[in-house]
């Protein structure tokens, strides 16, 4: 089955560094990832969506200058936290769409999440 | 843009007993209508998902029904079981490779 994985799968930082998190789609090539945002008993808020070779769409209210995505190849999208604070605590996850292979097309498959701390 | 709303937002049930969780979306060209169920920090988990040109379509002991001219679909899990337990999201997503808008979930508590 398709396998998309998240790291790290939890950190904890300082106010105003910055933290990267990876999605990594393991036996599938993807076009088109996104990312999410999740707040305690809430529902998954699309953040972002990440097309491998060009610039990321944002969602209204999101910060492109704060949540930075890059998509440098098929199998790997980056979030970047820059000059995190504690409102941007939260559990993050990715998801990942397959164009091809064996894996069945337009199924969206999530990671396990990361859960960022900011003190 | 799409819209999906999802009620109940909590339903407790005794095991043994039927949950439905129903959907309503607001973007007629929506054609895929996934159902994902997701524990305590994990990932949201696929469990049942339908087309547009489906009406119902059932796997085991879950069932999703479409109604494309009421635009709302349901999830409807029977004899249930306490590792039902869990919070359920339903989606809905109009082609291939746009996103998925999501309800803002269903926590199942199923008792003993």
């Known amino acids: 089955g398709a396998v998309v994985s998240q790291h790290p799968s939890w950190v904890i930082c300082k106010s105003g560094t910055s933290v990267k998190i990876e999605c990594r789609s393991l036996d599938f090539q993807a076009t088109t990832m996104f990312w999410y945002r999740q707040f305690p008993k809430k529902s998954l808020m699309l953040m972002a969506t990440s097309n491998e070779g060009s610039k990321a769409t944002y969602e209204q209210g999101v910060e492109k200058d704060k949540f930075l995505i890059n998509h440098a190849s098929l199998t790997l999208s980056t979030l970047t936290v820059t000059s995190a604070h504690p409102e941007d605590s939260s559990f993050y996850i990715c998801?990942?769409?397959?164009?091809?292979?064996?894996?069945?097309?337009?199924?969206?498959?999530f990671g396990p999440g990361t859960r960022l701390t900011v003190l | 843009g799409e819209n999906v709303e999802q009620h109940p937002s909590t339903l407790s049930v005794q095991e043994g007993d039927s949950a439905v969780i129903k959907c309503t979306y607001s973007d007629s060209a929506s054609n895929y209508f996934p159902w994902y169920k997701q524990e305590l920090g994990k990932r949201p988990q696929l469990i049942i998902d339908i087309r547009s040109n489906v009406g119902e379509k059932k796997d085991q002991r879950i069932a999703v029904t479409l109604n494309k001219t009421a635009k709302h679909f349901s999830l409807h899990i029977t004899e249930t079981q306490p590792e039902d337990s869990a919070v359920y999201f339903c989606a809905a997503r109009d082609s291939g490779y746009s996103t998925l808008t999501f309800g803002k979930g269903t926590m199942l508590l199923v008792s003993p």
């Open positions: 998801s990942a769409i397959s164009t091809s292979g064996s894996v069945r097309v337009d199924e969206q498959f």
